[in-house]
């Protein structure tokens, strides 16, 4: 039974989701729909209208952390380690990856220069402690990926897009966190998350935005 992905181009849970299929080698079909014009047959199966969703025969699945977690149930070749204090763990730092990119939206919608400055201070303040989480790599757990490099790759793809515009220095001198990001963007299921022109499209979106960023954008002639 071939999954049926819905999704949107732009939207980092549906990432997880996609890699998470990805690195387990289960076959899927992916429809991107509009978020701002969304379809009825869509708003029928999501009652949170949200991207993803995941129609598996004729039952549909949405938020990207449950789609993962039957993805764990249901498949082969499990991403969340087995002892349940490990486990629990991981989960946790999902959850961080998620506060990590309600911060992101915070940072690339601050409408002034003194948002702009609380948002990119609390980024910064995350991203410190998990410096302080990470080992000797390339995962999150070593050598092993799991779900917590699931969600965080769609994180740091925002970084791709931020570099281009400026130097915020959210992430200097992690060099743990550094490497992590490299191995990330060099790993399949990860780079293939996105179409090619995901950056251009993320540009555009980021430019459209009546905010500080978006001026920062225009200044340097980025985007």
Not at 14 to 19: C, E, L, T
Not at 72 to 84: A, N, R, V, Y
Not at 128 to 133: G, H, M, P, Y
Request: glycine residues 8%; aromatic residues 10%; contains cysteine.
């Amino acid at each position: 039974m071939t999954l049926h992905l819905i999704s949107h181009d732009l939207c980092p849970y549906v990432q997880r989701a996609v890699i998470a299929l990805r690195e387990k080698s289960v076959p899927f079909r992916r429809s991107d729909i509009d978020l701002g014009n969304k379809p009825d047959w869509f708003l029928a199966l999501s009652p949170l209208g949200k991207t993803p969703v995941l129609e598996v025969g004729g039952t549909a699945i949405f938020d990207s952390a449950v789609i993962v977690e039957y993805l764990e149930d249901s498949q082969p070749d499990p991403l969340h380690p087995s002892d349940p204090l490990a486990r629990a763990r991981h989960r946790a730092w999902i959850e961080v990856a998620s506060a990590t990119l309600a911060d992101i939206a915070g940072f690339y919608s601050a409408r002034d220069a003194e948002a702009f400055e609380r948002a990119r201070a609390r980024l910064r303040d995350k991203f410190t402690r998990l410096e302080a989480e990470l080992g000797d790599g390339p995962w999150f757990a070593g050598g092993r990926f799991g779900l917590v490099d699931a969600a965080f790759g769609p994180v740091f793809r925002y970084f791709d897009s931020f570099d281009r515009i400026g130097d915020f220095g959210i992430l200097d001198g992690l060099g743990a966190v550094a490497a992590w990001r490299r191995a990330l963007a060099a790993r399949p299921s990860v780079a293939g998350a996105v179409t090619p022109d995901y950056p251009a499209r993320l540009a555009r979106f980021l430019r459209r935005r009546d905010s500080h960023l978006s001026r920062l954008m225009r200044q340097s002639g980025t985007g």
